[in-house]
């Protein structure tokens, strides 16, 4: 099955740092989505990626398909940017099931 | 989007018994999963439930142990049976709304067995 590879696993910013988060998979993909777990195990919608690139506020998101992977970019980190950044696709090839990478755990200090 | 709520958001369990875990949308949709996230761990899918047909497993879940009703086009239960402290994880509800593959969450329910 598909492979899903996030980098790096773990991240610690100063407050007003920008970082890239990275995310590899290994087979064609209907759809790409980034999620951010809160430190209480909430999900949030970050972005719905295919392909292309989207911004919203200080997070930008490009994924590139033909080349597999896609990229989470941070910019003027705050601390409730702090918890886990997961991307999880959609394989073309199994449409029911969702394949989540396994997360960058982040943490952005004053 | 989609408004998701899930209940209980937590409880504390005793081994061997079982915890029956509610999910509601404030709109129709089709389909409906279940996954649960151990400790420190990812998003694994425990299985589809599509209202008025039987819930698809994934590998390594099997109905006995997590029975799921789909009665309706807004509501789900999974009910976690029988457990022991493996179970102690969070169990996640989500939808896929504008049937584009984009999936919303609800806020989760944080399960831990004693």
């Known amino acids: 099955g598909i492979q899903v590879e996030q980098s790096p696993p773990d991240l610690i910013l100063q407050e007003g740092a920008n970082s890239t988060l990275r995310c590899n998979f290994s087979d064609s993909v209907n759809n790409l989505q980034w999620f951010h777990q809160n430190p209480w195990g909430q999900l949030i919608n970050l972005f719905y990626?295919?392909?292309g690139t989207k911004q919203n506020g200080r997070l930008s998101a490009t994924t590139v398909a033909t080349e597999r992977y896609s990229l989470l970019y941070i910019s003027s980190s705050q601390t409730t940017d702090s918890g886990v950044y997961f991307c999880?696709?959609?394989?073309?090839?199994?449409?029911?099931?969702?394949?989540f990478g396994p997360g960058t755990s982040l943490s952005v200090i004053p | 989007s989609a408004v998701i709520s899930q209940k209980p958001s937590r409880d504390i369990c005793q081994r061997g018994t079982s915890l029956t875990i509610q999910c509601q949308v404030d709109s129709q949709v089709t389909m409906m999963f279940w996954y649960r996230q151990q400790p420190g761990q990812s998003l694994t899918l425990i299985a589809t439930?599509?209202?008025?047909?039987?819930?698809?497993?994934e590998s390594g879940f099997v109905i006995d142990k997590f029975p799921i009703s789909r009665p309706n086009l807004t509501f789900s239960t999974l009910t976690v049976s029988n457990m022991s402290p493996e179970d102690s994880s969070i169990y996640l509800c989500?939808?896929?709304?504008?049937?584009?593959?984009?999936?919303?969450f609800g806020p989760g329910t944080r399960l831990t067995v004693t």
């Open positions: 989500s939808v896929e709304v504008y049937q584009n593959y984009e999936q919303y």
């Open positions: 999880a696709v959609f394989p073309k090839t199994s449409y029911d099931k969702v394949i």
């Open positions: 439930a599509n209202q008025g047909s039987e819930a698809t497993y």
């Open positions: 990626i295919p392909s």
